[in-house]
Nanobody, 124 residues
Framework: QMQLEESGGGLVQPGGSLRLSCAENRTFFTFYLMAWYRQAPGNRQDPGKKRELIALITTDGRIDYADSVKDRFTITRDGAKNTVHLQMNSLKPEDTGVYYC????????????WGQGTQVTVSS
């Protein structure tokens, strides 16, 4: 498994935008798919929320989004590099959570390589 490096999280007001980036620069091989997962904060009723697949992109052009972010988030990749971005627009409080980058050399997701996570907080 490879270590992915994320950047770009932070605090933003509802309706605002953030751009997350993720890169892996050590391997000579190209990941087949790269993806973003989100883990929402837990609560008393559900203290251990699972990581939710938000968006993925493959080298042969497949792009998928969770229904909750469709038309607001855009995933892109830098050519054949192991670099992926997530442009998040029209952010809502329910988008709050830790965002994790994930990568795999083959289908299906998730792969074995994860980033450390970056916090996104949407609040006024």
């Amino acid at each position: 498994q490879m270590q992915l490096e994320e950047s770009g999280g932070g605090l933003v007001q509802p309706g605002g935008s953030l751009r997350l980036s993720c890169a892996e620069n050590r391997t000579f091989f190209t990941f087949y798919l790269m993806a973003w997962y989100r883990q929402a904060p837990g609560n008393r009723q559900d203290p251990g929320k699972k990581r939710e697949l938000i968006a993925l992109i493959t080298t042969d052009g497949r792009i998928d989004y969770a229904d909750s972010v469709k038309d607001r988030f855009t995933i892109t990749r830098d050519g054949a590099k192991n670099t992926v971005h997530l442009q998040m627009n029209s952010l809502k409080p329910e988008d709050t959570g830790v965002y994790y980058c994930n990568a795999a050399f083959q289908w299906p997701p998730p792969g074995d390589s994860w980033g450390q996570g970056t916090q996104v907080t949407v609040s006024s």
